[in-house]
């Protein structure tokens, strides 16, 4: 494969990787902001860490496939070689990912707004019956 090969398909993968992310941030927009903020950047981390193929060091692929790869075809010694730096980079990422703070804005999304306090409720002053 050339370099304009490698760049382009990779260009394709990050698309494709993007696309899948932006999915899932629709998809968990709703539940709780530190188990939300683990599964996008589990998932992103997941998908776009890059590791160098066997056979040239050179030519890097992305890990997760790499490991699939390997496993497949070689067996579990050469699936832990994509697999453990892997694992490492996505404990980090989930390490990071919830510890850090949840903002007060995301705190308020989560509890439910009483629109009935703030607005006096509206009832007609009198009240006609239709008749037969």
Partial sequence: MTSSQILMGWGVYLVGAMACTLALWLI???????????LRTGTFVLLVTPWSHSTDPNLLLPALWAMIYD?????????????????????ACSIIATSLPVSGKERK????????????ERQPKER????V
Wanted: charged share 15%; aromatic share 2%.
């Fill in 28 to 38: 968990t927009g709703s539940i709780n902001p530190r188990v939300r903020r683990l």
């Fill in 128 to 131: 006609h019956e239709p008749t």
């Fill in 109 to 120: 999304k989560q509890q439910p707004s009483n629109q009935s306090e703030q607005q006096p």
């Fill in 71 to 91: 496993g497949l075809s070689a067996g579990f010694p050469e699936m832990a070689r994509a697999g453990l730096p892997l694992v490492i980079v996505t404990a």
